[in-house]
């Protein structure tokens, strides 16, 4: 152990080895770590504490480690406990003495800070354009289904009809959010800590600002106690994932009951469903039952982290290695989700007999038939009253309240006249509702375009993903 | 009970009913909730649904009622349910049919969106201010106590001499990303939902960019379903408020630390300290101990609602009532808490004899003898070495790398010359950390001056937060 | 303030007064705290640290204090910081001297730690009898609706036929785990902390098993530092309360699933619905949607006070006043929340139409046509793949399966016969699962029986509970 | 795909494979799964479904297949989606027809709890015995360092002295809890599934009784639909794993201040400490770090599978196949954690010069001062009042307790004597501790006693673990 030679005098304890050994996951970040060291390198060599020929000799030292890492020959060892180390002595392996200049004013707290920062910046941003190749699918969806009308629910019960495409893009204004979200948390990593050292700033004058341009960073921290302990950036980023997550699982449980034979609106393609193992008719929603399943993780891995910093003196504690896994993770179950509900949604197939059965149930023309007594000066808790008594009515008989007869109306208020019919339609009821942010078909319509407008002048969320 | 008149011929059970009320909590809204009723009433008054004598009493209404729930006598019911419901039936009450007219198209779903977006909003402007007026009193304390130094800790292992005053400021700098966060939580709360009615949008065309401007939101939203459904802006808040609660955990165990007689670094004011029913001489540092304690309280709040928001289908479910204790409970804890803070950290006395005591175990010199050798051309691993082994030489003598003789150091490597002492004398230290974000003293004076300008620039976070 | 007399100089910092200030919510303990109380001043008797008569004392002036809180008039203090000395100070008020003697050998810490444990203990034991009170609804409904056949849903699929009963069972096993969770979190609260001092042990010899036995503790705990901070009871009952919640979310979503016009298999009762302030037909399981809210609730105290743990080194630490709040709002969630489902469950009606139908689609006779061919030596999976076709092929058909002829069954296998159809009947399916957990009708009422009886033998959980 | 032959018509869209595939973690459920089916295929020859030859193959198959696991060379493929799938593809490519029987009248959803339990049930019972391993270390440690004295801290202020050794046991205490709850878990897994079909029971009456026993279950359990959706036993699992690692944060908590150069009550072995790769002097407690960071990585996968489980309607949901990584990466954490901190405790060194010191400072003697009075007949609040004005006093001269003249206490009181100085030493504070838990050294060494027997007779941990 490279660490050990000067101060220790017995080596390390072989289950201590293994619990300290971080390679098995940080390997991930060995792009990062390689950018990182050439960058180091250059600045060094700024410093004067490089020559010409020992940087060039790094720089080739690394490029060829990071070919053997992408070809699978790089011998990775648990003794060297992380990616830093088994970079830095494999490249001082290759090029010797060069090679033990490498960490000069440098220290593992900075390096690995600036590691997955990078890592974080560069999720973040591939994760908001596949969010908006799901937005996109959304829109399609909502555009290739423009005037299929369901019901609206509220506490699961039919409330309102609805257009399926108001639906749909309720599910885009939120993951509009998330790729708002992911970019704050881009911009919260887009910071350079190299050069803070183990906690007290570079003591060689290493110009900053050089190696957060050489990275791509749109500054430099300002403080290096709290750069190599700060993990907001990771909090920022799970949380923005969490949320993100929240929204695919109520996408999901929507998919799940709209697949139901119960609601059965929609049936999810062969190339998304799964059998059972035993029934031989199921086709199972498994995707959205993962994703709803999967975001207690991203969430646990939320709350974790924030348990892992509460009550950690500074500046930096070996605690904060618990900061990558919950990171990685939360990056896997969103590369793997966001493609298939993309996939999911433009492959499912409306079933336009059942959502019209759908708005015949529920009395959902109640609301209409009270605004019809507001309309004509009755106040509306009265109103409400009214309909309600109507509604009661109507079940007693067993019909709807398209059904029940004017007179019957007429009992409960004599207000009541013939147009009441028209106006509890279903489309006298979605044609009133012309507000910003309302279901009339106008009014969807130009959210449609709208969003197809935005979405292609963020670059085409969905190419972009590979979608 | 108003709204079971129509449509239920059996009352609510005794138990439900308890259940079921949210008035013990959400009573607190009463302030947003009248002011959302005025706006809502103008707005029904320019859509021809009011007129000028109904709004008119509507507004002397609530204005009234502002008055008694301010001066407690409002007759809270929990028959009435929540806050709603209470103020309108007072209205009713109060001045008859025009009362009855007040919800023409307003559902409780949009009243209450709006209600806890105006309160979260208010909240994070607020708690901003807090954290500001902290950030003040941790920089008035840096430029105080300018030119002590103290051992910067990595692993709770005494590492290298910093100032006190960058360790100071390195909270300053995470609690700066919480206003930051604070700010975002504040803007995402600052749309408009009113108009969404049940789910679907209103229906009688209200003018939505009214109501928005009346009440001092940024926009409206932009789709009925979500908008009523929507609670990312309280998640946002709560992950601004966990976080910032681990920030404050941090600063705690650090003022724990140094107020233990081990440490001995800094001495709490007894006025932020607290004795024990049992042991006469204990000055307890429960302020401290308190903040800690809250973090898992707050974190707790935050995944508590992710979790009740997982996998709730469209639109507005009953679920979405435990939207706001934990958004309460986060604001009250930060209010008390952040006061409190300011407070400890202003009057806390830092103890310069113990200071420089610290400084003088722990071999904080040994990266300094490192960085010489470095300087004269050993490359840095051989250098971490030599100096590794130059600390189990003094460990071995009982001395301090200070005191080791120079021919001990010599015995380990040759370059090592009469020089090397003041190398590695504490000022020398700290002199050489010039870079950015590091602890020279011209560097950090220069940070405690951007501060100041920032802070003041702000408005005075400290005479905001009434410190 | 008491305890500041002695050791301080400077008066506490008004914010500080009422940061550190429990008595809002500990004052709930003060049943419990009169009762730790009683029994410490007898132990004081027999260590000959006071005489008869003030003990004597003691006990009138506690019981008097004891009937000024139930009655309302007793004059809380902020100032006191919390019940135990807003109890002591007034006792002393009382009695005088002998009231300063009360304290003598203890603790706030060995005090509040036996305060909390009571209270864990009793709650824990009225809670499992509320849990038992809803299984025995639970039961009561599996006996009333006996016969009643429904789809048994896996993947919210329909999957095979089930009784009803048989599903509402598997709630009670759920539940009964639930009270066994309680009674273990009890066990974990039934040992007497008090005589463990601040931290190391009553200095007095004082009889710590007279103390248990006058408490009704099962024991003593066996180390005082260990004693004081121990708050594993409060997890315990914690993490039986989020279980519980687990549970009862999950009868929530069946209920409200249960309760659309999709499902339509039951109808909540009127007592425990709601209605909607706008739209009149709204019939809402809020009671249902509550529960599986409030669940976050629940869980984010487990996880909160798991966090506030964390990482506190011994013993006592300020931190650990965080241990209440959670656990008292857990209690009071369910006691809230268990009666309200008893009630819903016990009220419900079933719509026998509506299970009827629900047998007809999605295709539940699949199964069966395998075992049939597996029955005539058909490899299962080989059967599997063949009952899927015949799903297919009756699905392009838009029939059911007991509707496709045979023919077409014998096109895909010869061995169908014409006893086939009989096979694949409801009744077949469901008569063949005899197995013990099996849906068999006659094993689903030896269950109901075993029920029955063993809810009878544990006393009648539904009395106990007041249901 | 086997399972997709027979109803699905297009194929499984490759993303969507990857999300579903759970063999990349199931894997591990190999020798469980193939037990399983061992049991299962008995179960079937006793139904009459396998003739003796067919059972002959399919147990020898399985026991190949083991072997092939075993021996690195089974081809695992992401195509067959899990591991039951995998091994079945397996058998039936080796034996042919007997394969494609195994799974009749089984289901993947009662297959796997099955596996699970046996593997959560496995798991707890040899972590149980590791923690039992940590507590001989501890006991080992007491009785080693028996008579060495050190402050007990509450609020991390030094409090009373207390034996080294009592602190010490005050954690065997934590984790005795924990094997309990480790217990409890395990018995929550021992009920087996197997027989319960996919939710509502085998239909060829096999005998689950032979099948529990041929899997060493205590039982089976008793409803299908709850059998194959209920993880409470995980969540069980789960809850004693991060209540253990809220013990060991605490544990870790002490070590890493007691080996702080303030504290500096012990110094960690080298075998269990690290390097810095900058700073030359560093010996860090990383294992201790570590231990503390992963708490939060725990209690998070508690909270996200209570989240995963939050509201999923009866019976199985995809969602539960998100029950396995959480228990398998606790299990890993705490394997790999516990015999490092048996290693950690054990081979730590107590710095006796630097114990002493510790008790000096921080007036200690206060509550001895007070009680000096009690004895005396001053009621205990007014003892503690001049005891705080002593230390006070003691405080302004800068001298201890012991060191403050008799005429200084008599100035404050005149029933202070020349025997006061006795009474406030080291020895007397401990002698008067002599209640059980108690710190007085014959109780504790009592205690020692009582727990090398207790381990002794529990199989002595220590070997078991193979510490």
């Known amino acids: 152990m490279p660490l050990r030679d000067g101060r220790f005098e017995r080596s390390l304890d072989e289950a201590m080895r293994r619990l300290n050994a971080s390679i098995p996951f940080d390997r991930r970040l060995h792009a990062e770590d390689i950018r990182g060291s ?23 030292g690394l490029e060829e480690i990071a070919g053997e890492i992408r070809g699978g020959s790089f011998p990775f060892s648990e003794e060297l406990e992380d990616v830093h180390m088994n970079i830095e002595a ?86 509009d959010r998330d790729t708002r979200r992911l970019r704050a948390a881009r911009d919260a990593a887009d910071l350079c800590p190299l050069g803070s050292g183990a906690c007290v700033g570079n003591q060689f004058g290493i ?29 920022d980023f799970l949380h923005a994932a969490a949320v993100l997550m ?24 062969d190339s998304v469903t799964t059998g059972s193992s035993m029934l031989p008719q199921k086709r199972n929603p498994d995707a959205a039952e993962l994703a709803r399943g999967k975001c207690g993780r991203v969430a646990g891995h939320l709350v974790g982290l924030l348990m892992t910093l509460k009550g950690l003196p500074l500046s930096y504690n070996k605690d904060l290695q618990e900061d990558k896994e919950p990171v990685f993770d939360a990056i896997d179950t969103l590369d793997l989700l966001l493609p298939v509900f993309a996939a999911m949604v433009r492959t499912m197939a409306i079933d336009s007999r059942r959502t019209a059965e759908r708005l015949e149930g529920g009395f959902l023309e109640a609301i209409a ?48 006249e013939e147009d009441l019919f028209e106006a509890i339609s279903t489309d006298g009821a979605l044609a009133d509702k012309t507000v910003v942010g309302g279901t009339a078909p106008a009014r969807v319509w130009e959210e449609i375009g709208r969003w197809k407008v935005e979405l292609g002048r963020r670059g085409g969320g969905r190419s972009a993903a590979g979608g």
Chains 1, 2, 3, 4 share one sequence.
């Open 38 to 60: 050439v960058a180091w390198a250059r600045a060094l060599r700024r410093a004067g504490l490089l020559d010409d020929a020992e940087l060039g000799r790094i720089e080739k």
């Open 90 to 175: 494999r490249l001082t392996e290759k090029i010797g003495a060069a090679g033990e200049k490498l960490h000069t004013g440098r220290s593992r707290n900075d390096q690995v800070a600036t590691d997955l920062r990078l890592h974080a910046r560069e999720a973040a941003t591939r994760l908001a354009a596949l969010v908006e190749a799901l937005m996109g699918a959304l829109v399609e969806v909502a555009e290739r289904e423009f005037g299929q009308v369901i019901p609206a629910y509220t506490h699961l019960q039919r409330a309102q009809p609805v257009l399926l495409s108001h639906h749909l893009l309720a599910y885009v204004e939120m993951l």
């Open 207 to 235: 110009d900053r600002d050089f190696l957060a341009r050489e990275l791509g960073f749109a500054g430099v921290t300002r403080n290096s106690l709290d750069a190599v302990s700060d993990r907001d950036f990771a909090l």
């Open 246 to 269: 929240v929204h695919l699982s109520r996408l999901a449980e929507d998919l799940v009951l709209w697949s139901s034979a119960e609601f059965g609106l929609a049936r999810l393609d």
């Open 369 to 416: 038939a009270a605004d019809y007594l507001t309309r004509r000066g009755v106040p509306f808790r009265e109103a409400h009253r009214i309909a309600g008594r109507a509604v009661r009515e109507a079940e007693k008989r067993g019909v709807t309240l398209a059904a029940l007869p004017l007179e019957a109306y007429r009992a409960l208020c004599d207000r009541f």
